[in-house]
């Protein structure tokens, strides 16, 4: 088919296009207008996707296909001023006609969906009016422009089209071609213009019949063989064994064939059929999936089938395409995986928002790149497709850079690290350093020729070289490491993981020995704390759980969790509903059961299930007595808010993930009474209470819908319609009704989907000076949206979504419903949490400052920023409530940040730190970490291969405590000063030291006692050999050691090398290898993440005991090391000080079981250990250096 666009066939084959004309009605308004026109066959294709003939009433020329917006939001809106502003002279400025399609090339007029525009304005299609839970597609439009008003030099800038490409349909049915151009300019920014056109086409008409049958004889359509005296018959049930009643049966042929319906009973009959063993049947019915059956190959006269409808799944995605980094030239994989009832049989492919062409890419999982150019760099998403819906995946990145390009920026950005309380820097006047950091991200590294969905190495950005530096402080040098080089390298391997608590939501009370199941495979159990740990598999997109209470004592929750697929573990407290006392009904009577228990308000709904409703798993009714369990979470109860199922989204039709806003959820548990049989309930109804409904745009909008357990995600079960008639009861209120069947699935909600949405901008800091640098990765951040009582905005009156995210190097973006009409339609109340405990909001009472807040004024009057607190200082501070104000778009101050308009999410995510936000931060405790070489614990692969690494192995984290008691009137800051102590490269060499202040006996006045860190002796990061840290633990004041763990003693005196201990201020030790344990003082935590290694070790240490935990300090048990300390004198000097002073003071002798030894029992005992070992001392060179006495 050539340029000219001509038709090829022997039929005459009408088309239509779009035009959109300006008509002004009655002089009030303008709209749209469809102008029909027919095609002669032969003559001309008018076609909205080729340049269309000029019209002989209204000559002109078309210009090209410009798309400047995208569908989110409010809808797809190409205004002509906008495209004016962008393209200038591309586009006159008084066009006389407006044509409109979608970037898929269907014309605007035949999406269905409801679009409006005019040639002097534009073309718009708002979400808002459409179907609900339908967005507006991607729409282009072009312009036909008077004669000679558009700039003539695309000769000069575009190469001639190509020709256009086969037609992508079968004989006889419309397709689509394409044709392609290349710019020739130099300056990308003229190469605007479309590099790609399509238009409908239709291959040539189809040859004389050739089919032939191997029995009977083929119809008159020629796409079946028929045999008169063959009858097939069927039986279709539904799941649970209930009749299929009205589903439809095809034959599968190059259109399928309608040849019957089941009856009441679930049976059909079709005569006609041949039984050859290739003819395909095809039975659907609503909500389920549709099933295939193959005719029986025989020779018998009649064959008898029988079929049982699975429900419909959404597609749901498993395998998301990755992010990637190329050099030009290369290749690349981009892989899309989706599961469904039935199963995804097609694909889309779509580039920077735009489809790819699917006749070149085949509807294929795999999308495979060859040669890349640099402008095939974006962002790429797929769509899948089955006939229960369709499901988009998340967007990849595609990086291509040129093949002399830099991978990665060599130049480290800046990364300060917080110094010691006696290093304060006068050249920054800070106690801060910079030492640098590579930010991780995917380079184009080394590949092999595989072009696999996951690359065989992943290569990131990381640190390359480093240089030693040292800080001079008050009286000593600190080394570090600086970041001096970035480079493309193999990314640092993790794993993450997932920890949590589940327990009661009315009273804390634990889940003991639950199950914890992932789709259909049990894979974790709580203990009997109700703790669970959980290693995330890394092909996870989605992490589904479903927690089962074998008590049942628990409503059965599932939860979407997140999770940091960088590695790292996440801490999350799982709520879970106390299960509802059952009733007893009978099965032959109509039953009510209300929904909702608040008191001085009357139930959310009721649950009507008629007589004779019930039935068994096989299908056969059920007549006796039936217990009931109907467990209703009321959303006007906003304590119920954490114990919401799911993360309470929906997969709309054309596959985008939306939110609904939950007006409540119930559980149903039927069973026979005699037999706990699960017993199943048709033709129940579900009457909601209009009248507690406060938000009337959601009324006709409400659904029924159920959740799907191994998706997490809701789907639609029935419409609410308002009753045809009053109800003898309640008659002074108007219920809507809905319709549903209880079979598998047993968990319900009241839902309305809600397109007004946003993002609000969230960070966590590890204290109130809200530093970049002390951002706190891994934090879980949860928002509740609240609705508020009629008349009192600040009065939240029920709760209708609950959502959490994690933060990660830039913060999070917490979504919520938002109105741009009314700033108090919605409000959220915010909270955030780290390992389980509550981090602390910005206060607004009684000192109200934006600057601490991260929201500058007059937005943050506008949002109403208040702290929990705000009213009554005896509550907790630890969360915020603020009105969901969307940002107005033409407001300068709105525009950046806290609150982002939902299709603004990247803008949200890459905001920089002095973008507006609001904070949480940790109340400052009294430790301090320093490393030589920086690492942040929150952030596995920021882990770089050094030998003074603290942790030698990023897969694998080794805490170690020690427990010192401190006998003293006053609580005391140690130091634990970890240097290398046995290893050749680091011998001498600062590993980095931990400052922790004790804590304070509650049961005794004068006694504290501190669990303080130190590195671990073991393996470096090479594997070779081990070093026992050489560490120095150094109470802070005037104090002396009074004695020494026996049993740790004795360890250290029968491993050594032995430390030397002159000084009774202090205590050195080569670290022990083995995990000791509480009866030596020594603390030892193995675990796949830093922090959570930590904080196990931290809570025993506490606890005294190898296998507790406590937040309260024992400081009579599992004591190491006990020191005196006095309050010391004004003018002496504190042991840091005297530290500083004299780093390498002759040594004194160690006390051994708090009491001094003599001098001569001090050679004594030199001599008889030189007399057992016969061993020299060892010293270890520099500033750091401490005898080693065998």
Known sequence: MGPGGKMVGTKAWVFFFLVLEFTSVLGRQTMLIQSVRRVQPGKRTLSIFAKPADSPEIPGEWTTWFNIDHPGGEGDIERLDAILFYYGDRVCARPLRLEARTTNWMPAGRTGQVVRGSPREGFWCLNREQRPGQNCSNYAVRFLCPPGSLRRDTERIWSPWSPWSKCSAACGHTGVQTRTRTCLAETVSLCNEAAEEGRHCMDQACSACDMTCSMGQVNADCDACMCQDFVLRGAVSLPGGAPASGATVYLLTKTPKPLTRTDSSGRFRVPGLCPDGKSILKITKAKFAPIRLTMPKTRLKAVTINAEFKRAETPYIVMNPETKARRAGQSVSLCCKATGKPSPDKYFWYHNGTLLDPSRYKHESKLVLRNLKQDQAGEYFCKAQSDAGAVKSKVAQLTVIGPDETPCNPTPESYLIRLPHDCFQNATNSFYYDVGHCPVKTCAGQQDNGIRCRDAVENCCGISKTEEREIQCSGYTLPTKVATECSCQRCTETRSIVRGRVSAADNGEPMRFGHVYMGSNRVSMTG???????????????????????????????????FNKKGSAVFHEIKMLRRKEPIILDAMETNIIPLGEVDGEDPMGELEIPSKSFYRQNGEPYTGKVKASVTFLDPRNISTATAAQSDLNFINDEGDTFPLRTYGMFSVDFTDEATSESLNAGKVKVHLDSTQVKMPEHVPTMKLWSLNPDTGLWEEEDDFKFESQRRKRREDRTFLVGNMEIRERRLFNLDVPESRRCFIKVRAYRSERFLPSEQIQGVVVSAINLEPRAGFSSNPRAWGRFDSVITGPNGACVPAFCDDQSPDAYSAYVLASLAGEELEAVESSPKFN???????????????????DHE???????AFQISMAKPRPNSAEESNGPIYAFENLRACEQAPPSAAHFRFYQIEGDRYDYNTVPFNEDDPMSWTEDYLAWWPKPMEFRACYIKVKIVGPLEVNVRSRNMGGTHRQTVGKLYGIRDVKSTRDRDQPNVSAACLEFKCSGMLYDQDRVDRTLVKIIPQGSCHRASVNSMLHEYLVNHLPLAVNNDTSEYTMLAPLDPLGHNYGIYTVTDQDPRTAKEIALGRCFDGT??????????????ALTFNCIERQVGRQSAFQYLQSTPTRPPTVSTIRGRLPSRRQQR???????????????????AAQQPLKN
């Open 1164 to 1182: 004594s005992s030199r001599a008889v250990q030189r007399q057992r070992r016969g061993v020299a001392s060892l010293r270890f060179p520099g």
């Open 872 to 878: 009554d200082p005896r509550v907790k501070k630890t």
């Open 528 to 562: 009997y704390k109700g703790t669970f740990t959980l290693h995330v598999p890394q092909d996870t997109e989605r992490l589904v759980l479903t927690f089962v209470d074998r008590l049942q004592k628990f409503v059965n929750t599932t939860k979407v969790l997140p």
């Open 1106 to 1119: 190898s296998d507790g935990s406590s937040r309260v300090m024992k400081s009579n048990v599992g004591v």
């Open 850 to 868: 934006p600057n601490a807040i991260g929201v500058p004024q007059p937005y943050l009057n506008k949002l109403k920023y208040r702290r929990t």
